[in-house]
């Protein structure tokens, strides 16, 4: 089975063929469980995020490297063809190529003052976690005035995004570790970008170590908690096609455990919550939670935003930049705050086509820097990268060049929406 970004993901094989037995028998596995807790959010020197992983777009293309050359080279920029527009009150558009010593891009940016009565951010996805549309399919029901895709996803397998979604407060999906790194935005008070880990616990059982909600992909000793948020029951999808003997499964209905098996349940409806264990995440569920047991499930994160969206990269903190990629040249989508002013800026590059080369990620942190961020996120890129937003015409349609020639299917994404007081 393949990840995101097309490779083969599995365990260590010795380690798999002893947790698979003793699964199987329900014994305990001395020095092989891991920690229930999650590890800590990662961090570089000074309480600064750790560099990011590179990955720069869910479906895997790589892309040609940039020209290395001074910055100083490429602050010198020429900026053509540009235009802009009020969309809203609130909200403004603008796009413009800008050529430097590398070539040219075409930029389209979006910023928002979410003080102006009747305009807000919102969390855009279909229906279940684990689906995929386009973009303006995705957001038509809210009639938005804007919006961009948002997070990377396993785009060929289960289409769940790879980290951490929040609609209206309520936690959608989210692993406990890893692919946390997020943009938030709270009920009240200024966007932010930080890690954003989610937990989910049985209080009366520390031990037990889920993993992750609605996730994508269970890791190895790991637990997963599915809701009906995640659509029908996942099966082996998303436990790296480990065989059956690997791999148990819990129903809790009502608070109480109603089925403890080794087979696992796949595209039939989600009817209270299923947890699912590998190797020895599959031990402690079978010695740890037989049939009968009274269990409560607690969902929930550090703070808790209004809306959160993960991506790979942060890119600029307390208005510093904060990755040193230079490399991959992509098409690009990147989400940030102005703290100065508490505007959100969402931008887009095109990229994979002759007249826009795409822009690495130290070149998105820069810019991004240059139009007023302080805090910014990389999200998606490739041909996942989108930008929609409601034309003078008064029609709303995609404002960008998607590089796969038309709106590529992705998980989520984020929305602006316009209802006058």
């Known amino acids: ?91 403004t558009f603008r796009q413009w190529d800008q050529r430097d010593a590398r070539g040219t891009i075409r930029a389209y940016l979006l910023r928002a003052n979410l003080d102006k009565p009747g ?94 909600v609605n996730s994508w992909r269970i890791p190895v000793h790991g637990i997963g908690l599915y809701t009906k948020q995640w659509g029908t029951a996942p099966g082996y999808s998303v436990t790296d096609g480990a065989r059956p003997q690997y791999v148990r499964q819990v129903v809790v209905q009502g608070g109480v455990v109603v089925s403890n098996t080794i087979p696992v349940s796949s595209g039939t409806p989600i009817d209270g919550r299923i947890l699912i264990g590998r190797g020895t995440g599959a031990v402690r569920l079978n010695q740890m939670l037989p049939v009968g047991t009274q269990v409560r499930l607690r969902i929930d994160t550090a703070t808790r935003p209004q809306v959160a969206i993960s991506g790979s990269a942060i890119l600029l903190h307390d208005g510093r930049i904060a990755t040193d990629d230079d490399g991959e040249l992509h098409p690009r989508t990147a989400v940030g705050v102005d703290t100065d002013t508490g505007r959100i800026l969402m931008l887009v590059i095109d990229g994979r086509q002759d007249f826009s080369r795409g822009y690495t990620l130290l070149e998105l942190a820069r810019l991004m820097k240059k139009l007023g961020a302080e805090e910014a996120l990389n999200l998606d890129g490739g041909g996942s990268s989108t930008m929609i937003t409601k034309r003078p015409s008064g029609r709303t349609r995609v404002a960008n060049s998607p590089s796969d020639g038309h709106e590529r299917q992705v998980a989520n994404g984020l929305e602006l929406v316009y209802k006058a007081p």
């Open 1 to 91: 089975m393949t990840g995101p970004l097309g490779s083969i993901r599995s365990g260590p094989r010795t380690t798999r063929a002893a947790v698979a037995a003793v699964a199987v028998l329900g014994l305990a596995v001395p020095g092989l469980l891991p920690p229930a807790s999650a590890a800590a959010p990662s961090t570089g020197t000074g309480g600064r995020p750790a560099p990011s992983p590179s990955v720069h777009s869910s479906d895997g293309v790589v892309g040609p490297l940039a020209e290395p050359m001074p910055a100083a080279r490429l602050s010198r920029v020429v900026i053509t063809r540009e235009k802009s527009y009020r969309v809203s009150p609130g909200l």
């Open 119 to 212: 305009l807000s951010l919102q969390y855009a996805a279909p229906p279940t976690v684990a689906a995929r549309d386009e973009l303006s399919d995705m957001v038509a029901p809210d009639k938005p005035v804007a919006g961009i895709n948002g997070d990377f996803f396993d785009i060929g397998d289960t289409g769940a995004p790879l980290g951490v979604g929040i609609d209206a407060a309520e936690i959608l999906h989210g692993p406990s570790q890893g692919w946390v790194r997020s943009f938030m935005l709270p009920a009240k008070g200024q966007a932010t970008v930080a890690e954003l880990p989610v937990q989910a616990t049985v209080p009366t059982m520390p031990d037990l170590g889920i993993t992750g």
